[in-house]
């Protein structure tokens, strides 16, 4: 289906992530990856997918000047929302455990964010799921951790892993935004293009 529409453009998925690179697969779509690397700073006063939203476009501005008319760049950025204020990935064990500590027993916002920049366009959207956890005891969290080690993660989990088989009893929104790519609007933004 979008193979056809985007046989003749370049396809460029600005992401090291093995789960958003698995999905881009999926969707049929003849795509390289090229990650550049920059500084994932935000002004402080952003919230939600204002904090997406502005990672997502400065993912995209690495590449500013050098898109061939055909290439399209898409990059995503993802957070987990807690307390107001966002889980981003932990560095080291300890925060790991502790975050996974705070989300137990409650619910939070997962945000997505993705740009879409050609030569000429660019377009930025969000999606939001809301997941809830059961009570998870430190036994589970430090088992988790220990043998998933998710510091690769925003909020120190997979939902594809075994705290999300175990721990996670509701979702309310997309599954594949938790994954870190919300694959239905991606799809319906592609086909708009």
Known sequence: MLSEKFKDKHIILASASPRRQELFKEL????TIKVKSIEENYPSNLNEEEITNYLAELKAKAFEGELAK????????TIVWLNNKPLEKPKN??????????LSGTN?????????????SQKVFFDITIVHFKHLTIEEIEFYVENYKPFDKAGAYG??????????????????NVMGLPVHKLYEELLKM
């Open 28 to 31: 049929g779509l003849k795509f």
């Open 70 to 77: 055909n290439d399209i760049v898409i990059t995503s950025d």
């Open 93 to 102: 064990k300890e925060e790991a455990i502790e975050m996974l500590q705070e």
């Open 108 to 120: 939070h916002k997962v945000i997505t964010s993705i740009c879409i920049k050609t030569s000429t």
């Open 159 to 176: 939902i594809q892993e075994w705290i999300g088989f175990i721990g996670v009893t509701k979702l309310e929104g997309s599954y594949f």
